[in-house]
């Protein structure tokens, strides 16, 4: 059996990059089981008792880790929640998309756009125009009828009743296609549809000849955000291609909701939209 001296002297000879990689492992560890004593931690760890004790001292040292005085056993503290804190700060919705954005708008050619929801408004953030001629124009900035858009109707599908009265409009829903929903029950219907299958559709309903399809975007808190859509002309999206637009969006929203710190677990259960 090793010598305590012959250990340490091994761990303090270690190369920066393994004390580092073992540092981290010690914090995880302490992140996925709560307070742990150095034995429990060297075995499940496969360290020396040495070399956990010399890491938790200098977590303890930088403020990371906490010692229970009564039980001897270790946890992480709130500093850590402050690096944490830091990173999602700058997490910003239209610079997590972008990348992902501009890979879908390669992929299918056609324009894709981004929406945040401000308020109660919903507001085109980013738009990846398409490269051929014939497309949607975005106007970055506006804001649109929320009853007849594939991005808005994405959002309101998940939020609450409260939330959802403030972003319709009042009075009676403009119609402005032959398939525009004017009727607010047929619109509940379809956004508790959309909410269940993951994905809002366009056909047609705000631009004669234009077709969309759209996925909500939630934050770490599993809050929707933002939605993004695809977006193109009837003669370039029939029925068909649309569905394969909105399997598109679906997996790039959990892509760009991941980015945002989301986990699907998150989403909490909303009654539908008619109760």
């Known amino acids: 059996m090793k010598h305590l001296s012959t250990m340490w002297k091994e761990t303090m000879h270690a190369s920066p990059v393994a004390v ?9 560890h302490l992140g996925l089981k709560g307070e742990t004593g150095v034995s429990r931690l060297s075995r499940d ?9 010399r890491l938790l001292a200098t977590l303890c040292t930088a ?3 906490l010692q229970n005085l009564s039980t001897q056993e270790y ?56 490269t051929e001629p014939l497309r949607f124009e975005t106007d970055l900035g506006g804001t649109f009828a929320p009853h007849c858009s594939a991005l808005a109707k994405a959002i309101c599908a998940h939020v609450s009743r409260a939330d959802l009265l403030k972003i319709l409009p009042m009075g009676r829903l403009a119609r402005f296609t032959a398939t525009t929903i004017t009727d607010r029950r047929s619109l509940l ?67 760009i909701s991941a980015q945002l710190g989301f986990r699907p677990a998150q989403v909490p259960p909303l009654p539908p939209p008619g109760s």
């Not at 496969?46 to 004790?53: D, E, I, R, S």
């Not at 956004?191 to 269940?196: D, H, T």
Request: glycine share 4%; charged share 20%; aromatic share 4%.
């Open 63 to 65: 403020g990371y880790v």
């Open 189 to 255: 219907v379809q956004l508790e549809q959309a909410r269940v299958r993951g994905y809002a559709l366009d056909d047609e309903e705000r631009y004669q000849g234009i077709r969309a399809a759209a996925a909500p975007i939630f934050d770490r808190h599993g809050k929707v955000v933002a939605a993004i859509n695809v977006v193109a002309p009837t003669v370039r999206m029939p029925a068909e291609r649309m569905c394969e637009a909105a399997g598109a969006v679906v997996t790039t929203a959990a892509e």
């Open 45 to 53: 760890l496969g360290l020396p008792l040495a070399t956990v004790h």
């Open 75 to 130: 946890r992480l503290s709130t500093k850590v929640l402050d690096l944490s804190a830091s990173v999602l700060s700058q997490l910003n919705v239209r610079t997590c998309a972008l990348p992902f954005m501009r890979q879908l708008a390669a992929k299918w050619r056609e324009t894709v756009n981004l929406a945040v929801l401000e308020g109660n408004r919903i507001v085109y953030a980013e738009s990846i125009p398409s």
């Open 20 to 28: 580092v990689k073992k540092a981290l492992d010690v914090l995880e």
